[in-house]
């Protein structure tokens, strides 16, 4: 028996015999050769099948090989400079596992979304789509690898909350026993104690918000990757960002490379995305979106349209900092020189993907946290623990979110956040 | 101004005036010198402050510090071969960011669970719970290391589904809009269909099981990791098994030692844990249950007893394969030489730590697993989208589950896992 070897290995294996499995992506056919498309996963290499070779009645089997027939297929690696994997496979033998019981529903054809959506399961096969999934597995790497290497410690937060970070509107209820629970919106504050135990902690989970939006950017489910470090201000929090992102960008360039050029990402985009991003104080950007044109002042929320028309004016991710507190969550500390503004930063991606990272100095001063609490109308027993890590050594300290399917849209240039994660979860869709 | 530096890596600096930032932890006197130990979660260090150095005041000062008093120290980093840093810091001066409001709460006497796990986000503090913390992600990083550099891709698998995978009595129900969800209790379905996708995956998240039980094996939200692999059966599928935990093992006593050590693990029982593994039938378990005077016959489950009258006859892992069909899963394939037992395995641990790996093989063709769920009286269109993985190509592929809790209580030799995650949830318990 040869040696399975996976498509994206065969380039070392040039001149060996070898067995690949996989299933059949495509074929045309020169009447003495067949040209079979097999892809396992890991890639797509032509497979060149003769009569010689093969025999009469393998031959004209190989003919009539269906889209995602299983099989296994024996043969020569030889060296083919055409092909972007550098190789393509002589056939020998193939042996089929398993033909489709009815013709494949997805045909290189244009497809409506809802139809590849309700196929989610299939669509997941085509190269584009694998190409994606390759690339969100490579930036989850390479964040977990930044903080891994970088002293911090992984705090899984519960994703069973007993009440809301930041409201009730958007909270998802459980029925928990004969109980209610509600579905985490942002393990910050568990990564707030967490920071208080480690020093530096990185929460990584799935989070869900239950906003009515059917927006492009919109998940009900999501992953989010959310590092808190104790004794950190915000100039270190916006330094801690930018590092990630330029480190994050690096290793999907250089890892996964091929994928991009798949899904046709343009690359030189990417490469901008280098020390020093701009850092911009939020009046800034008002007076920069007034310059533009747009009708907002002092106290406004930037919505998409905002964040697109100030990521026009840069090349790379853009660092808006000391929004007004009133619009920004209780837990932000207040700037000391403008009470007016929090000590807090939204990272705003370029070429319009919008707000990835939003974080902030935390208020470590036990009263002033109360009265937030109070201003905010959040119950204070529910955070009577939240409290407990300004009244036992209270530090400064600082963290922020990152989400992930954005990151995943903006790396691939995907217009929808729907194509960013195997199984999207939205209002109105939660199959397959 | 000095240069911050974590206690961890004190031992790069001897001789060096440095900053520390933590938490006092503990403190003792001789008149001339006072001891204080100093936590800031990446280790606990003594530091040494005399009046010679401090001046009357600020040594009057040190000697009232209280527990979990935050302050930043400067000193000079002096060998100290007493120490398990190997240094001690030999103190210039302090400063107090800020004294405790109250006594704190957590002394070294006893206190009971309850007051523990009221107090869970500070009981995170103690230096038991920081090793065990540690090794916990160490344990997550060497699982995804393991898969990544091998050619596996992680594929999250969605927390919301629309139907059971196996039942619906243990389901949490969650309201969706004008809807019910559910959360997942194992992304192993989409895992396939992500295998089939990309060849080798894995899915790593939080799962839910709303279980009525109140053991010490039991949380009711638990993290998982389930490799799915296609043309996978279960020889490799025990192969794969068995090689990450080993991998695991191997890199936890090998980066996580000192705080093995803390929690006085015995390091003799881990390092056992080397191939090969023992593989059992099940009718092998159940015959030896039997010589062990335990009353139980083919078509018996394991429970806690049986699984630690099992382990305590081997010294490392143990791999029970092929359960009658009637105890497992619809989507397990049944064995061709014996129909009335399934290609399973479970692997348990040692030392009476309990079932921590549930794997097979799944059915690959599409009648038996259309009769499987009809026998399981599973509603058929719910899972349309999983028979269309055996319509399109379907391929042999095996895959397993191993709980990262158990796997943590396990490691550490913790006798419950509530310890084995930052904040616990169980069916009594979602706060804090």
Chains 1, 2 share one sequence.
């Not at 891994?148 to 410690?153: I, K, M, P, Q």
């Not at 808006?320 to 807090?344: G, N, Q």
Request: aromatic share 10%.
């Amino acid at each position: 028996m040869l040696a399975h070897v996976y498509i994206e290995d065969l380039h070392r294996h040039v001149g060996e015999e070898v067995t690949l499995k996989g299933w059949i992506y495509g074929k045309r056919s020169s009447g003495k050769l067949h040209f079979l498309q097999v892809r396992d996963g890991t890639g797509i290499v032509q497979c060149v099948a003769s009569k010689a070779d093969l025999g009469d009645e393998p031959f004209a089997r190989a003919d009539k090989l269906a889209h995602e027939t299983s099989l296994t297929i024996d043969g020569t690696v030889r060296e083919d400079k055409r092909s972007p994997l550098g190789v393509e496979l002589h056939v020998k033998g193939f042996t089929v596992f398993a033909e489709p019981t009815r013709e494949y529903p997805i045909s290189p054809k244009d497809h409506g979304t809802a139809f590849l959506m309700d196929n989610r399961h299939l669509w997941l096969r085509s190269k584009r789509q694998v190409a994606i999934l390759r690339i969100r597995a490579e930036i989850i790497k390479a964040i977990r690898n930044y903080f891994d290497s970088r002293g911090f410690t992984l705090l899984d937060a519960p994703i069973f909350t007993p009440a809301a970070c930041e409201g009730t509107s958007s909270l998802f209820e459980v029925n928990y026993f004969d109980d209610k629970a509600y579905l985490t919106q942002s393990g910050q504050l568990y990564g707030e104690a967490g920071a208080m135990a480690l020093g530096k902690v990185y929460v990584f989970g799935p989070t869900f918000r239950a906003e009515k939006s059917k927006t492009r950017r919109h998940l009900t489910e999501f992953w989010m990757v959310e590092p808190e470090v104790a004794w950190l201000d915000l100039d270190g929090d916006m330094d801690l960002a930018e590092d990630l992102l330029v480190e994050v960008v690096a290793q999907v360039l250089k890892n996964r490379r091929a994928e991009l050029q798949i899904i046709e990402r343009d690359l030189t985009k990417l490469e901008n995305v280098k020390k020093p991003f701009p850092r911009i104080r939020y009046e800034e950007a008002i007076a920069l979106l007034q310059r533009k044109g747009k009708d907002c002042k002092f106290g406004d929320d930037f919505g998409a349209d905002e964040e697109t028309a100030i990521s026009e004016e840069f090349d790379r991710p853009v660092m808006i900092h000391r929004y007004p507190s009133s619009i920004k969550s209780f837990y932000m500390k207040r700037d000391p020189e403008d009470p007016r503004t929090a000590l807090c930063v939204d990272v705003i991606a370029p070429e319009g993907y919008g707000e990835i990272i939003g974080g902030s100095q935390r208020e470590d001063d036990l009263a002033l946290l109360e009265a937030r609490l109070d201003e905010h109308k959040l119950p204070r027993e529910s955070f009577e623990w939240y409290l407990d890590l300004r009244r036992y050594g209270s530090v400064p300290h600082a963290g922020f979110g990152l989400g992930v399917e954005r990151t995943v849209a903006w790396l691939c240039g995907l217009h929808h956040v729907r194509e960013t994660i195997p199984f999207p979860r939205m209002m109105e869709k939660i199959t397959p």
